[in-house]
């Protein structure tokens, strides 16, 4: 394995996500590179279904106040304190990208196939900004299914949401997740269903 290789190996083997974070997150050429990331994404149909939003300064506070009336709307008795954690989440992040899927439900390319692209851009910016110096961490939560919040932010049915991204400088450097072993989660298919270890608990 070539040297610059085993170094792109070693990027995405030592990515963990954390919302630990602080300023600066990435902006101008440097914030367009790590997104244009997302254009690689393996793509049935070259339908390019993903969308990003970006949320920061004055507006995070904006955002904030929707996710709240988002929380009410669907449960009424929300907690409290789960109402005012997440307000001060989406208040403070450096960076919130919002992660849209515009979708195509009369297209050849099936539903779930579109859906799956939008993941796979997901993962790719995950990567991107792990490999810039960055830390991240993708969440969603109830509210990412609500249409009326989707609509909010400019995806209306038949598009949604597929999730927060919320961005910044890793305020604890050595933050990286122990790896868990591969092992359980791989089986060698021989002609009968496969089994595996990790369904074994």
Known sequence: MKKHERIALDSLLSRSSTDDLTTPAPKGEELETILSAVMRAPDHGKLRPWRL????GEARAKLADRVVASMKRIDPNAPEKKIEKR???FSNM???IVLGMHLRPDDKIPLLEQQLAVGAAG???L???HAAGYGAVWVSGDIAYDPVFATE???PAPHALAGFFFVGTPKDSDHDA???PVTPYVAEWKGEPVSFGADKD
């Open 53 to 56: 939003a970006l949320v920061h």
């Open 87 to 89: 307000h001060h989440r």
């Open 94 to 96: 450096p960076l919130t």
């Open 123 to 125: 993962m790719n910016l």
């Open 127 to 129: 990567n991107a900004l």
């Open 153 to 155: 932010l400019g995806f």
């Open 178 to 180: 122990k790896r868990r």
